[in-house]
């Protein structure tokens, strides 16, 4: 159960990331100024990082649920 606890979690944290991403996309339709575009631009860049490691984090957990994690457990870490 734990593991699904922790799925739920990071779900609703990559839900965020993918709003504030979204948000620097709209932004920067707006934004004219250089500087600021290049700002916007290094935080949606950030963010996409972001997604994508916590995509990838809840891939590595959904598959630890299948019948080759109950042969052969992940060591827990210390």
């Not at 990071?10 to 707006?30: G, P, T, V, W």
């Not at 100024?33 to 891939?59: C, G, H, S, Y």
């Amino acid at each position: 159960m734990i593991v699904l606890e922790q799925i739920d979690i990071l779900q609703d944290l990559l839900h965020d990331r993918i709003s504030n991403e979204m948000f620097y996309n709209q932004s920067l339709i707006y934004v004219k100024n250089p500087e600021a575009r290049q700002v916007f631009t290094q935080l949606r860049d950030d963010e996409m990082r972001a997604i994508v490691n916590l995509q990838q984090k809840i891939d590595r957990l959904q598959s630890s649920e299948g019948i080759i994690s109950k042969l052969f457990p992940l060591k827990p870490r210390v």
